[in-house]
């Protein structure tokens, strides 16, 4: 999970870097979530296969705070309440 968490807070680095970066990703969980976050469509959180992935996804994309709550992972829970 701490990998996860690293993709997390290293994500809006790679988000101004463009939508086209995304497509570089090998990881299709990884691929999909950056390329929701970059082009704000939160329907590509719904291929997520990890459910926290899924849930730090919809949250950011949607601006539902309330969805990090679904997020079982404490440490991953903590940094998706962050950005709020």
Do not use: N
């Not at 463009?18 to 990703?25: A, T």
């Not at 990890?50 to 440490?75: F, M, T, W, Y």
Request: include cysteine.
């Amino acid at each position: 999970m701490v990998k996860w968490l690293v993709l997390i807070l290293l994500l809006p680095l790679s988000v101004s870097a463009g939508p086209s970066d995304c497509y570089r990703i090998k990881d299709p969980d990884k691929r999909a979530y950056c390329l929701a976050t970059a082009q704000g469509q939160k329907s590509r959180c719904y291929s997520i296969k990890d459910s926290d992935s899924r849930q730090q996804c919809l949250a950011e994309v949607g601006q539902q705070k309330s969805r990090c709550h679904s997020i079982k992972d404490k440490d991953a829970r903590s940094a998706c309440l962050a950005k709020f």
